[in-house]
Structure formats: C-alpha cells, structure tokens
C-alpha cells in the first residue's frame, strides 16, 4: 500500500490522531525575536481558529499588544486569554524576565493575526506562534471573578470605583451590593439617589432615607443572571452614594470580571 508524505517527509495521517512517543519532523523558523518600537510576528490564517502565541525573555521591558486584520491592512485588537492567568487581556507588559508566558488568540475570521511592541524601552522578546484548526472555547472560558468594596464616613458620599480594564476590553458586573447601617435615629423624608456611570441607562436606584438607631438597611442587593457589560471600553465604571445623613454610613460591593 502506498504511503503519503507531507512536504517536511512526516507519514500524511489524514485525520488519525497522534499518540504516544509519536514525533514530527518540522524545519520551518518556529519563533522570531523583537527588539524595537513596532516590531511584530505576523501569522496568516488560512482557516485556523485559534493561534497559540508563547513569549519569553531573560531581559525585556516593554508591552506587546494582539492584533488582527480582515482586509490585511487596518489591525485592531483581537481577543486573547493569558493562559497562565486564564485571564482575557489585550496586551501584556514585560518588565525583565519573562518566564514562558502563553496567550490564545482567537483567529475565526480574520486573515493575519500580529502581536506588536506597542511599547519598548529595553530588551528583547522571542515569540512563537502556532496556527491550528482546533476549537478553542475562548469566548467561554472561565473568568475569574473579582471583588471590590468600599465604605466612608458617617454623613459622607461614597463611590466605588471598578478600575478601566485594559484597551479593549469591557467590565461585565454579576453583581451589586449596597447596604447602610446608622448609629443614631435618622428621620429623614428624602429620596437619596444612587446614580452609576459607564453603564447602559445610566443605571440608578431612588431610596428613601429615615432610619433605625443601630440598624442596618439594604438597599440595593443584585445578583445579575446576565451580567451588565460597561458601556464603554477601557473606562472605569463608577457606583456613586449621595452622603444621607450625620449619623449614616455607606457600603457597596460588586462582584465583576473583564472581557471583550
């Protein structure tokens, strides 16, 4: 029975997977070295879907960015997981060495995907990237969730702050906490406003603000089955409580995770 060869002299397997102690044999340059402002490694497609890109350095400062393009000549920022963190990013800064560092780039649909120093100020970084036909489930990942809380002063406004992302990049909010507690009778016939901003509407809540010496009051407790995506990339997104009253304190907690 005849045998087929691919253009490296490896046994052409079709579809039959490999196995154990099973080698390949392969002259192609497998990584390439950046060393100056705007410097990239550049792979075309051709109908792969994801693209591993695997960085290291023993002395780099600066910052890589992921890019693609679909025409081939305008680049924008192409969704990539950091494999060691299983974190979404869309660039990544080096400061000395850098120990094996491996990103997914998602490549389904576009025809060349880059990564570029976007920054540099020393060094250089060795990159290797691999094209392949294989599903990577990099829009359904796992995101590590993160958690902020803040709290002030009696009779004080309070904002929480979830910090911008990187360029790119969204924050999605699975949930929001808000509660008061007050050391003193609070009378009050106000209605207090929680405003937010970087989210869709203009997302806020109206509470009244009478009060029980010693008591606790919840006023916002949302768990979001479909988490609300920030309106804007690269921006912070901020949860604001007016001040309500002498004896009054605020305490807000979200729970959120970055994504594209």
């Given at each position: 029975?005849?045998?087929?060869?691919?253009?490296?002299?490896?046994?052409?397997?079709?579809?039959?997977d490999?196995?154990?102690?099973?080698?390949?044999?392969?002259?192609?340059?497998?990584?390439?070295?950046?060393?100056?402002?705007?410097?990239?490694?550049?792979?075309?497609?051709?109908?792969?879907?994801?693209?591993?890109?695997?960085?290291?350095?023993?002395?780099?400062?600066?910052?890589?960015?992921?890019?693609?393009?679909i025409?081939?000549?305008?680049?924008?920022?192409?969704?990539?997981?950091?494999?060691?963190?299983?974190?979404?990013?869309?660039?990544?800064?080096?400061?000395?060495?850098?120990?094996?560092?491996?990103?997914?780039?998602?490549?389904?649909?576009?025809?060349?995907?880059?990564?570029?120093?976007?920054?540099?100020?020393?060094g250089?970084?060795?990159?290797?990237?691999?094209?392949?036909?294989?599903?990577?489930?990099?829009?359904?990942?796992?995101?590590?969730v993160?958690?902020?809380?803040?709290?002030?002063?009696?009779?004080?406004?309070?904002?929480?702050?979830?910090?911008?992302?990187?360029?790119?990049?969204?924050?999605?909010?699975?949930?929001?906490?808000?509660?008061?507690?007050a050391?003193?009778?609070?009378?009050g016939?106000?209605?207090l406003?929680?405003?937010?901003?970087?989210?869709p509407?203009?997302?806020?809540?109206s509470?009244?603000?009478?009060?029980?010496?010693?008591?606790?009051?919840?006023?916002?407790?949302?768990?979001?089955?479909?988490?609300?995506?920030?309106?804007?990339?690269?921006?912070?997104?901020?949860?604001?409580?007016?001040?309500?009253?002498?004896?009054?304190?605020?305490?807000?907690?979200?729970?959120?995770?970055?994504?594209?």
């Amino acid at each position: 029975m005849s045998i087929l060869y691919d253009a490296r002299g490896n046994e052409f397997q079709a579809s039959i997977d490999s196995i154990t102690g099973q080698t390949l044999t392969d002259s192609r340059t497998p990584t390439v070295t950046l060393g100056a402002l705007n410097a990239e490694a550049l792979i075309d497609i051709q109908g792969k879907a994801v693209v591993m890109v695997d960085a290291r350095s023993a002395a780099f400062t600066g910052t890589i960015v992921f890019e693609g393009t679909i025409d081939g000549t305008n680049y924008v920022n192409v969704p990539t997981i950091n494999i060691n963190t299983n974190a979404f990013v869309s660039l990544f800064a080096g400061a000395g060495a850098v120990a094996g560092t491996v990103f997914a780039m998602t490549a389904t649909g576009f025809r060349r995907l880059r990564v570029r120093v976007s920054v540099y100020t020393s060094g250089n970084i060795t990159l290797a990237q691999r094209g392949s036909t294989a599903d990577f489930l990099i829009s359904n990942v796992f995101m590590p969730v993160q958690a902020i809380s803040v709290t002030g002063a009696a009779a004080a406004a309070v904002t929480l702050t979830i910090p911008a992302p990187p360029a790119g990049l969204f924050n999605y909010i699975t949930s929001i906490d808000i509660t008061r507690n007050a050391t003193a009778a609070l009378a009050g016939t106000a209605t207090l406003v929680i405003t937010t901003t970087n989210l869709p509407g203009t997302l806020a809540w109206s509470v009244g603000n009478a009060m029980n010496a010693g008591g606790t009051q919840v006023d916002v407790n949302k768990d979001f089955t479909q988490p609300i995506k920030s309106t804007t990339a690269a921006t912070a997104t901020t949860i604001v409580c007016p001040a309500a009253g002498a004896a009054v304190l605020w305490r807000v907690n979200a729970n959120y995770y970055i994504a594209p």
